[in-house]
Each structure stands twice: as structure tokens, then as C-alpha cells.
């Protein structure tokens, strides 16, 4: 006579291996979904320091150049400004660098932030000999991009020109 196993249930060790592997898979998933949410900005960080660091060069070659970061509908732009002979206008480009989405902030110090907010206007001046990046009433100056808790800052040398993501 055959006998039946009439146990059709799961074991302790089965249920915990299976409820690992849906932790695992959880966090991976959670981890992965906090760093798509915060690339704007990260791109909006990025994107910052290359228009900064395009119009520098520009101003150490051929053309003398103004730089405007403004807030405008809840996000930031560049006006970038292209002067021939240090008066006459060339060209002129606006670059959209962030929207509302993503939280941005200035600072003179890297440790009290203010919001940028629609009306603020920063004008970014570059010395044509040096590089160097002229701002009224600034040193260095920093722009903080956060996005679903991640942060990216980038920071302007006033001295040098230099721009740094961090």
C-alpha cells in the first residue's frame, strides 16, 4: 500500500529564503528608482557648469561675455550674452537649466542657502586676460540642485574661473 504525504504546506527555511529574495529585490528596486528621480537634478548640475565653463572660454578668446542665471516659472535659465568689440551685442542664447521639479539654491558661503526664486537674477561677468569671473558683491558662489533627497552642487571660483561639480 502507497502511502500519501499529506503535508501540502510550505517549510519555515522555504518561507524565509523566499521572503530574502523579496527583500533583496525591494531595496534594489527602491535604490533604483531614488537615483532615475534624481537625475534632473544631477543634468541640471551638469548642465550649469558647462555653459559657465563654454562662456569662460569664449571670453578668453574672441568674444566678451555676460552671463545671467535667473529664476523664472519656478525652475532656472541662462541668458548668455556674446559682445564683438565689448559693446556691440553679437548674440545672445537663453538655456533652460532646470524646472520646477528641482530645488535650487545659492550661496555665498557653501552653508547658508537661499532659494532661487522667479525674479532672482544673478549677472556672471568673465575678466578677459584671466578667466577669471567677475560678480558684484560676491566671492565664490555656489548653486546647490536637489532633487528625491540627492544633492549636487556646483561651485564657482570667483579668482580663478573655475567651475567644480560636487
Known sequence: MEKWNKNKGYTLVELIVIMAILAVVSVGSIVGVSLISSKPAQQAASKLKTVIQNDRT???GKYKTELFVV???????VTENFYTDGTTLNSSKDTKICDENV??????DNTSWDDVVDG????????RSSGAIKIPDHGDVYF?????????TVRIYHLTGKVELQ
Open 103 to 108: 530645488k535650487v539654491q545659492v550661496s555665498d
Open 71 to 77: 529664476g523664472e516659472d519656478g525652475g532656472v535659465k
Open 120 to 127: 532672482y537674477s544673478l549677472t556672471v561677468n568673465f575678466d
Open 58 to 60: 569664449s571670453a578668453l
Open 144 to 152: 546647490k540642485f536637489t532633487k528625491a533627497g540627492k544633492s549636487y
